[in-house]
């Protein structure tokens, strides 16, 4: 792949501030990233566009696998989330009027943890800044990547205190800012390619303020479309609506979310949702993409900035640890002299991804073919439904997925 120069710094632009890496973003992909750089006494600088107080609070995703945690324990990131997570065993399919609960710790031995990702960021920035004295920079605008091609790409952006401009030079950037995140167009415009698909249709993602109506996560298939319940915490909960592409959030006024989800989850012998005060009521349109490869010349993408995966099978924060700890490893690796994994990385980050993606694709078939309104789609959906009950080897591949315990991707 060719690397198209981009312009390089001016002989007016500030001198720049060295140090071995940029990270781009303090999602979990870039603070994982960065606490693993401090921990091996490789200097790093996080910038992030937003506020910490912010980051702090951004409601997002709750379902991490058991392997992400351990993980993250490996590294010392996990003290507060194991003693505050929720160990998940089930969830629960519910359609034809009856509910079906999926096991999936009886059938593997493994969990699912339910842990806000509000807290996880407070406690990864904590982590990384508090505790390890990282050098975090908040607020930052107009972030620009260049050089990538060389083996001194700088990062320029506008400091939030003071307005001036600002010029780091690294060894490395690592993009992981995000779906919104400047970072991957960096890379396009090295030569990256984009895979995208898009699902045509919308979630209206909603939190509530009140208690899980059941103790796992529900998936209702109904003919006026998916729902489903993610308890977050024992007084917020997370539900979706499926709506078409692009609607208003304005045309789901509380009366109606709540009669839709109660008409879309009900069950035989189920008792009603408990209904809340909705706090957060918005559209995704539902789509994913894939950058390919995930780094060129000194830019590494991880988290959404290199692949988004719709909320469909709660991956998107997984498929960011991995990534993160992959190119944490491999930077440290490399200040070692060994440049295989730094070489390896998008390549190894991309089976996972893929796989991941697979999956969600599965079980967007699993949660929308019923109300598609096409009689043949409804039929193999229910087939597949049924299969998973009924089939021991279909179950076991389907909980081998939806935990992410496969031995190799
Ligand atoms: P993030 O979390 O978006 O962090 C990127 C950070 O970069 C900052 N940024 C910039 N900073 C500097 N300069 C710029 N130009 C910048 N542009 C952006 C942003 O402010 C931000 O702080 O990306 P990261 O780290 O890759 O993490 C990805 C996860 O956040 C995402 O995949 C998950 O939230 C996806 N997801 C879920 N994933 C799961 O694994 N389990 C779940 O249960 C789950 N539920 C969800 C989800 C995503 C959802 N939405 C909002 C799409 C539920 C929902 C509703």
Redesign the pocket.
Known sequence: MTVTPTPTLTPNSPSPERTSVVV?????????LGTVLRDAGIDCVV????TRA??ER????????EW?VDALDRRGLAGNLLKRAERHTACAFRFDGGQHRFSYTELTGRHHFVYP?PLL?TDLVREYADVRGGDIRFG??D?TVRDVGTDRPTVT?TCAETGEQRVLQGEFVAG????????RRALTDAGARVARHDYGIG?L?LLAEAPPSADCVLFGMHPDGFAGQ?PRSPEVT?Y?LQCPPGDDPANWPDDRVWTQLQRRLAADGAAPLTEGRLIEK?V?DMHDYVVEPMSVGRLFL?????H????IA???????LH??FLLGDALVAHRAGDDGALSAYSRDCLRRVWDYQEFSQWLSEVYHGISHGDPFRAGTTLARLRRLFTSPAAAAAFAEQYLGTADRY
């Open positions: 781009v973003g303090a999602g979990p992909a870039g603070l994982a910038l992030e566009c937003e912010f980051i951004r409601p997002r995703a709750g379902v991490i696998e992400a990702q960021v930052v605008r972030v952006y992981c800012d995000g779906a919104r995140g400047v970072t979630w993602a993610m997370r979706y918005r995704l991880a988290g959404d900035a290199a988004l995966v719709a909320p709660a991956k998107g924060m997984n498929l960011a990534d993160a």
